[in-house]
């Protein structure tokens, strides 16, 4: 199936500290979102990005929907234990009328206290 | 808001047997759902699209033979596992849109196969 590149992979940060993250991909997508997921659990929407050049906070969170709408990043700012979890971007297709999500291959935090 | 319940959250089966899995939007309607699995450690990967009162629209490689959607209602849509085996373990979850809320997960269903 179609998947984003999302980076890194995984990461280890200090409690306090920034993170970055970012998806793309050579889709042009007109919405991209970004999840986190906890253990055992479903994908629970964080921000969503509806246009290019679109820069969009959610407490902590800022994430922006690139310019060319192939991109996207994600940041974590001071960071604390409950961040940890998998942070997935996700583009929105659409085709013909029909819409569909395409997933990251996903970001596992964890933030050391 | 907008809720979306799956059930059940955990099921082993026998190999060979099928299983059906619940997903309902309990406070709006939804004409769409989508099904997703998800292996450990990867991300999800989208499996098919539900539309209520027509045929779903399977991703390329998923057999839909083997994975039996039926969105009767619309604030229903069930998957179905036929003849599982122990390869089709996975975790599967549903979303569901609502209009100006956007897409709501499921909190997933858990599938071993033993």
């Known amino acids: 199936g179609q998947q984003l590149n999302q980076s890194p992979q995984s990461m280890f940060i200090q409690e306090g500290e920034d993170v970055s993250m970012n998806c793309t991909s050579s889709?042009?997508?007109?919405?991209w979102l970004w999840y986190k997921q906890d253990p055992g659990e479903g994908p629970v929407l964080l921000i969503a990005l509806y246009k290019a050049g679109e820069l969009t906070s959610n407490g902590r969170l800022t994430a922006q929907f690139g310019i060319t709408r192939k991109d996207s990043f994600l940041n974590i700012s001071a960071s604390i234990p409950s961040d940890v979890g998998i942070y997935f971007c996700a583009g929105q297709l659409s085709k013909g009328g029909t819409y569909k999500y395409i997933f990251g291959t996903g970001t596992r935090l964890k933030v050391l206290a | 808001g907008a809720v979306v319940s799956q059930h059940p959250s955990r099921v082993i089966c026998k190999s060979g047997t099928s299983v059906k899995i619940e997903c309902r939007s309990l406070d709006f309607q939804a004409t769409t759902m989508f099904w997703y699995r998800q292996f450990p450690k990867q991300s999800l990967m989208l499996m098919a699209t539900?539309?209520?009162?027509?045929?779903?629209?399977?991703e390329q490689g998923v057999e839909k033979d083997k994975f039996l959607i039926n969105h009767a209602s619309l604030t229903l849509s069930t998957l179905t596992v036929t003849s599982a085996h122990p390869e089709d373990s996975s975790f599967y979850i549903c979303?569901?849109?609502?209009?100006?809320?956007?897409?709501?997960f499921g909190s997933g269903t858990r599938l071993t196969v033993v």
């Open positions: 539900s539309n209520e009162g027509s045929k779903a629209t399977y």
């Open positions: 889709s042009i997508f007109n919405t």
């Open positions: 979303s569901a849109r609502r209009v100006g809320v956007g897409y709501t």
